[in-house]
């Protein structure tokens, strides 16, 4: 890969990851005011959509492992077992839907921040540790905002809940995305053919 491409694809991992941080600090007084509005006109289904998408999610890296990948490294299930386990610890304490947000949220924002800090050239592990204290630092910083919204407040269990799911995204992109690059960089690694 030539230098103006790395160059690029950092720029545009960055930026991807500016911008998700700055939706979702721009949207903190309104997701209260939409998740109480789907709920109002939706009713029981977007509770359904909420309780049902990420199984829907965990369903389909499933079969990708199993179908698309034709996996055969038990490792791999290992982890996809595991990960299963970790999302269902977590969301054994969510209550609410917004908390239902939070974990789908600060998911996506562990897998992107993952990404941005591998494409910048750093290790699987220490691109998977700078993604959680990316994680940390930025889901304290959003319930510490929320102490100042009317509409918001700040809660101990939130920012848990934010910092487990950064780390849950993370694991989920080191363990299948990053892994699947690093294969087809080698030449297949260990996917039957």
Same mark, same amino acid.
Request: proline letters at 2%; a negative charge.
């Given at each position: ?10 720029? #545009?991992?960055?930026?991807? !990851? ?5 939706? $979702?600090?721009? #949207? ?28 829907? @999610? &965990?369903?389909? +890296?499933?079969?990708? #492992? ?6 055969? =490294? ?13 999302? @269902? ?8 839907? $917004? ?9 996506? @924002? ?9 494409? /910048?050239? +750093? /290790? ?8 959680? !204290? ?19 407040? @700040?809660? $101990?269990? *939130?920012? +848990? $809940?934010? &910092?487990?799911? %950064?780390? +849950? ?8 995305? =990053?892994?699947?690059?690093? *294969?087809?960089?080698?030449? %297949? %690694? %260990?996917? /039957?053919?």
């Amino acid at each position: 890969m030539k230098f103006a491409e790395i160059l690029s694809e950092k720029k #545009t991992a960055w930026s991807i !990851v500016l911008l998700y941080i700055i939706l $979702i600090f721009s #949207t903190l007084g309104d997701v209260v005011v939409i998740v109480e509005f789907a709920e109002s006109k939706l009713g029981n289904i977007f509770n359904i959509v909420m309780n049902v998408s990420p199984y829907i @999610f &965990f369903l389909g +890296l499933s079969l990708y #492992t199993i179908i698309i990948r034709k996996e055969r =490294r038990p490792a791999r299930y290992v982890y996809l077992i595991l990960i299963l386990i970790a999302f @269902f610890f977590l969301r054994k304490y969510l209550s609410y839907p $917004i908390e239902k947000v939070h974990l789908i949220e600060y998911s996506i @924002f562990g897998a992107l921040f993952f990404w941005a800090v591998s494409v /910048s050239g +750093l /290790s699987l592990l220490s691109s998977f540790m700078v993604a959680v !204290v990316a994680s940390l630092v930025v889901g304290s910083a959003d319930e510490l905002v929320q102490a100042f919204i009317p509409s918001r407040y @700040f809660s $101990i269990k *939130d920012l +848990l $809940i934010n &910092f487990q799911s %950064g780390i +849950l995204g993370a694991a989920i992109y080191a363990g299948f995305v =990053r892994e699947d690059e690093e *294969d087809e960089e080698e030449g %297949g %690694g %260990g996917r /039957s053919r």
